[in-house]
């Protein structure tokens, strides 16, 4: 399972970008994505999750309001819209897929990454 994340970039704080993230095949139509940043000097941290149908989404408390997880028709691709961007939330940005349908917070239920994509916002 190869894992494209795309659509990061520098934008000014209140500003928006939306990620996405397609899979090389349709493996992951029935596997719940997730995403997670890592900002320098920082553990990675979950930011989102959706599962396998589109039905059930989780978010971190950070970006609870603000950013939006969906997955299109077909589930094998899978955006994040994020709105309202802060400076805090500068990161690269990794798009991941569950071995199950349902996946929660921690990176282990995680075994398939992209390579990240730089997300910098500037005050």
């Known amino acids: 399972v190869q894992l494209q994340a795309s659509g990061g970039g520098l934008v000014q704080a209140g500003g928006s970008l939306r990620l996405s993230c397609a899979s090389s095949?349709?493996?992951?139509?029935?596997?719940?994505m997730g995403w997670f940043r890592q900002a320098p000097g920082k553990e990675r941290e979950f930011v989102a999750t959706i599962s396998w149908n589109g039905a059930s989404t989780y978010y971190s408390d950070a970006v609870k309001g603000r950013f939006t997880i969906s997955r299109d028709g077909a589930r094998s691709t899978v955006y994040l819209q994020m709105n309202s961007l802060k400076p805090e939330d500068t990161a690269v940005y990794y798009c991941a897929q569950a071995r199950r349908s349902f996946a929660g917070v921690a990176s282990t239920e995680y075994p398939y990454w992209g390579q990240g994509t730089q997300v910098t916002v500037s005050s």
């Open positions: 095949r349709r493996t992951g139509s029935n596997n719940a």
